[in-house]
């Protein structure tokens, strides 16, 4: 007779070897997304050489690295990157006032290039590294249970999360 410890411990296995058997394995040279605070994402600034970079639009976090002529160091839309620059790209702006997530008070004009910019160029071109501790997360902590994952290509749910 088979002790309940043993039983459990068997079961377990099973239950385990099943589930690790659907799960998919990531293909070569994709990473899984992870959450980004303000803090984590500052740190991706494109000022270092070999250091990724990433920026923020819509609480999406992408890796803008191969676009660094454009957003690496000394580069025109370096402002950008390394924070959640979602008014800046809705108001096509480089001001500091504008380089945060804050959509409060734009026209709906504004809001259109927004998500046309945030569909056509950033979705389109570069891979999502994460999302913003935001885009997730409740002011108080707690999980957004509105915030769905974007679709991409080569970018699966099963495959990330």
């Known amino acids: 007779m088979l002790s309940f410890q043993m039983y459990f411990t068997f079961c377990s296995f099973v239950i385990l070897s099943s589930f690790a058997q659907e ?29 990724p970079i990433y920026m923020a639009v819509k609480g999406v976090v992408f890796d803008v690295s191969s676009g660094k002529d454009f957003y690496g160091k000394d580069a025109p839309y370096n402002a950008l990157v390394g924070k959640d620059s979602t008014r800046a790209v809705a108001k096509m702006s480089l001001e500091p006032d504008d380089l945060t997530s804050d959509t409060s ?57």
């Open 23 to 51: 799960l998919k394995h990531n293909p070569v040279g994709t990473k899984p997304v992870r959450l980004f605070t303000d803090e984590d994402l500052a740190k991706y600034h494109g000022q270092e050489d070999g250091q």
């Open 105 to 161: 008070g734009l026209t709906e004009e504004q809001m259109k290039a927004l998500e046309d910019t945030f569909i056509n160029v950033y979705k389109a071109k570069y891979p999502i590294v994460g999302y913003t501790s935001r885009r997730i997360l409740n002011e108080d902590g707690t999980p957004n249970k509105n915030f769905k994952p974007e679709d991409q290509p080569n970018f699966t749910i099963k495959d990330e999360f």
